[in-house]
Antibody
């Protein structure tokens, strides 16, 4: 069964940085797009970013563009989200999700348990 | 951005009865080149990650019970649970993956009456 394990969350001050990781197993990681979705406390789901299977195309929500960078290392089956200049409104549970195809324009068919990011002074 | 709306906000249905959730987008998510609607439905239970139920508006994900079905095209979509079971209690979100950002609806809470 597909396994996605996120890590790297934690408490950070406004303006700080964090790098989230998502380690994948039990599927051919390099064949699928990957996505980050977040859920702020008491709120719904918000799509954050996606990357194609090869990593050559990255997509971002306007709310994180210029501050967050998605990347992947297919040799390590790992997805990353570098988050800089964090704001209080970035506080959320961040989910890593596997795309259903190589294209970023696909649904997310497997999700990790999430890693919590809290931005507060 | 494509705005997704869902109705109702919540519904309570008796066990074995039908539950129907509506999702509407303010722009079509039908791609004419492949005649596919870029619309997914997710089930989200507390303390668990979301689970894909339906993609391409009407394709049931592998392993999802056949009491779940999706329909609609263009801007109007429906998720139907034909015979509600206790394990179906959850929040249900629609999401379009036609245009960046891939927006979600606000969610519909399904409960047992």
């Amino acid at each position: 069964e597909v396994r996605l394990v996120e890590s790297g969350g934690g408490l950070v001050q406004p303006g700080g940085s964090l790098r989230l990781s998502c380690t994948a197993s039990e599927f051919t990681f390099g064949s699928y797009a990957m996505t980050w979705v977040r859920q702020a406390p008491g709120k719904g789901l918000e799509w954050v970013s996606a990357v194609t299977n090869s990593g050559d195309t990255t997509l971002y929500a306007d709310s994180v563009k210029g501050r967050f960078t998605i990347s992947r290392d297919n040799s390590k089956s790992t997805l990353y989200l570098q988050m800089n200049n964090l704001r209080a409104e970035d506080t959320a549970l961040y989910y890593c999700a596997k795309g259903s195809s190589a294209s970023s324009y696909s649904s997310a068919d497997w999700w990790g348990q999430g890693t919590l990011v809290t931005v507060s002074s | 951005d494509i705005v997704m709306t869902q109705s109702p906000d919540s519904l309570a249905v008796s066990l074995g009865e039908r539950a129907t959730i509506n999702c509407k987008s303010n722009r079509s998510v039908l791609y004419s080149s492949n005649n596919k609607n870029y619309l997914a439905w997710y089930q989200h239970k507390p303390g668990q990650p979301p689970k894909l139920v339906i993609h391409w508006a009407s394709t049931r994900e592998s392993g999802v019970p056949d009491r779940f079905s999706g329909s609609g095209s263009g801007t109007d979509f429906t998720l139907t649970i034909s015979s509600l079971q206790a394990e179906d209690v959850a929040l249900y979100y629609c999401q379009q993956y036609f245009s960046i950002p891939f927006t979600f609806g606000p969610g519909t809470k399904v409960d047992i009456k």
